[in-house]
């Protein structure tokens, strides 16, 4: 079974520190992909990455930025937190074309006070 | 971009009932999947289906590709199919992005 972790399920941070959430998958999957969930607004794409060291926006880049330095391992940073990034946090990883079915890790609630 | 649509959504149900779910979508896609997002906020695949039918115990799922439609079935409901059940799309190969409907609450009680 593909497994996709994240480093924590539950997180509080101080406005203004640099926060990393981390997601490891362990089935050699190209495509990485960090969503954000809020009430009212669904899931949406923060960043993903198709390979090492690549990586594109999607629509919600802003405030965001990310790592990928090793196939398995796809951070999320916040450079500096603030009130309104408090939301669930989804990571996902998928193979490439012709079967792109995504797997989710167990989401990360993050809160800003 | 490509528009995902899902209905109802909220449903509230007796368990026991049978549902179904709809995701309409605006483009051809080459991906769609069916989720469910458990009470802890987990996304719990279901179907990868982008055309045909699939079954799984007593859920099924129907993706009609030419007329843009899946339809997520749940017969004999029980108290723990409760949740938000969203439908996926990718669109093209050239981004392999996942574009959410907005969901379904379903909400089954006993």
């Known amino acids: 079974d593909v497994k996709v972790t994240q480093s924590s399920r539950y997180l509080v941070k101080r406005t203004g520190e640099k926060v990393f959430l981390e997601c490891v998958q362990d089935m050699d999957h190209e495509n990485m992909f960090w969503y954000r969930q809020d009430p009212g607004l669904g899931l949406r794409l923060i960043y993903f990455s198709y390979d090492v060291k690549m990586k594109e926006k999607g629509d919600i880049p802003e405030g965001y930025s990310v790592s990928r330095e090793k196939k398995e391992r796809f951070s999320l940073i916040l450079e500096s937190a603030s009130t309104n990034q408090t939301s669930m946090y989804l990571c996902?990883?998928?193979?490439?074309?012709?079967?792109?079915?995504?797997?989710f890790g167990q989401g990360t609630r993050l809160t800003v006070v | 971009g490509i528009q995902v649509e899902q209905s109802p959504p909220d449903l509230i149900l007796q368990e026991g009932a049978n549902s179904t779910l709809r995701c309409n979508f605006s483009d051809s896609v080459n991906n769609l999947q069916w989720f469910h997002q458990n009470p802890w906020g987990q996304l719990i695949n279901l179907f990868y289906i982008p055309s045909g039918t699939k079954q799984n115990g007593r859920l099924s799922a129907t993706t009609v590709a030419t007329e843009r439609y899946s339809l997520l079935y749940i017969s004999s409901s029980q108290t723990t199919d409760s949740g938000v059940y969203f439908c996926a799309v990718i669109k093209g190969w050239g981004a392999q992005k996942l574009v959410f409907g907005q969901g379904t609450r379903l909400t089954i009680n006993p």
């Open positions: 996902a990883s998928s193979l490439t074309p012709p079967n792109t079915e995504a797997f």
